[in-house]
């Protein structure tokens, strides 16, 4: 199995999953067990994802999927900025780190497409 832990893409993954964590910890219990359970779901299949195409010889299908799931979280997110479950800090963290792993995740989708 190929390594994993030097990829910022991974590390920064790891640190938003760990955040997003801690976060819901201190929901709500309106939505702790609802969106806060979604979203800890959405960042560990992303991670998950992260750690597969780092594996596979065919990396573009599965950063495809990885994409979409961090556009849905996202989503999910902004939703919990919205409804006051977060403060504005850390949405603007969580936003800004959601941005850095779509850079690595774009960029690492263009590599694996021009290496095809």
């Known amino acids: ?10 590390q920064h993954t790891y640190k938003l999953t760990l955040e997003i964590h801690r976060a819901t910890h ?3 219990r309106e939505y702790k067990y609802t969106l806060g ?4 779901e959405m960042i560990s ?3 998950n994802c992260i750690v597969a195409a780092n594996s596979k010889e065919d990396k573009a299908k599965i ?6 799931k961090l556009e849905r979280l996202r989503i999910h997110v ?10 504005l800090k850390k949405y603007e963290y969580f936003n800004r780190t959601i941005e850095e792993i779509a850079k690595q995740l774009s960029g690492w989708l263009e590599w694996s497409k021009d290496k095809k």
């Open 26 to 28: 201190q929901f709500p």
């Open 37 to 40: 359970q979604r979203l800890k």
């Open 78 to 87: 902004r939703l919990t900025c919205d409804l006051k479950v977060i403060k």
């Open 45 to 47: 299949d992303l991670l």
């Open 1 to 10: 199995m190929a390594k994993y832990n030097h990829l910022p893409i991974f």
């Open 63 to 68: 950063l495809e999927k990885a994409m979409l």
